[in-house]
């Protein structure tokens, strides 16, 4: 499985951005779809998931601002990100977990929100 990520930028506190993520390959062993975020220094967090059939989980911190999509037909994931905050700021990682357990990751998009 191979992941493409797109959308990351610059953004001010209480704008929006919207990440993308593509998936080609073995996309019929996808299981779950999501993002993490990773600041320097500091462990890869997850943000949000969702299952192929629609069941999705959120970090506590993006509740309520953050919306995971997902197409299955286009192998798509995406975030929409609104109210960003600069605590926000971080590389975001697509990520997908197959159902045999297989794990694979995206290259980082970085999201900056200048305060």
């Known amino acids: 499985v191979q992941l493409q990520a797109s959308g990351g930028g610059l953004v001010q506190a209480g704008g929006s951005l919207r990440l993308s993520c593509t998936a080609s390959?073995?996309?019929?062993?996808?299981?779950?779809m999501g993002w993490y975020r990773q600041t320097p220094g500091k462990q890869r967090d997850l943000v949000a998931t969702?299952?192929?059939?629609?069941?999705?989980m959120y970090a506590d911190s993006v509740k309520g601002r953050f919306t995971i999509s997902r197409d299955n037909a286009k192998n798509m994931v995406d975030l929409q990100m609104n109210s960003l905050k600069a605590e926000d700021t971080a590389v975001y990682f697509c990520?997908?977990?197959?159902?045999?357990?297989?794990?694979?990751w995206g290259k980082g998009t970085l999201v900056t929100v200048s305060s």
């Open positions: 990520r997908v977990l197959t159902y045999s357990g297989m794990v694979y």
């Open positions: 969702i299952t192929r059939r629609g069941g999705t």
């Open positions: 390959g073995s996309i019929s062993t996808i299981n779950v």
